[in-house]
């Protein structure tokens, strides 16, 4: 049974930084993709970013490019979201989640942690 368990969201105001962190456990987590999603209030979940298991290539939605990072540590099987220049849109509960490399669709997903901006 895999397992996917976020922290490290909270409560930060406008400018600021948090990281996320996103513990995997249950499988072998070799050559998968992991990657970070966020779900604003009212609104539709959108992909943020995602990783290769080497990390040799990370991909970012337009609106995480130049404030966000994406990185992993296979030793400790755990993924993390830098996040910079913090803004009240990027307000949303981000999740965790893990893909084959071959495939699009995310199989597995994480509780997801709040991350709230205020201005």
């Known amino acids: 049974q895999v397992q996917l368990v976020e922290s490290g969201g909270g409560l930060v105001q406008a400018g600021d930084s948090l990281r996320l962190s996103c513990a995997a456990s249950?499988?072998?987590?070799?050559?998968?993709?992991m990657g970070w999603h966020r779900q604003p209030p009212g609104k539709e979940r959108e992909f943020v970013a995602s990783?290769?298991?080497?990390?040799?290539?990370?991909w970012y939605a337009d609106s995480a490019k130049g404030r966000f990072t994406i990185s992993r540590d296979n030793a400790k099987n755990t993924v993390y979201l830098q996040m910079n220049s913090l803004q009240p849109e990027d307000t949303a509960v981000y999740y965790c989640?893990?893909?084959?490399?071959?495939?699009?669709?995310?199989?597995?997903w994480g509780q997801g942690t709040q991350v709230t901006v205020s201005s």
């Open positions: 989640a893990v893909r084959a490399s071959t495939s699009r669709t995310y199989d597995y």
């Open positions: 249950g499988d072998t987590f070799r050559s998968k993709v």
């Open positions: 990783i290769t298991w080497s990390g040799a290539l990370t």
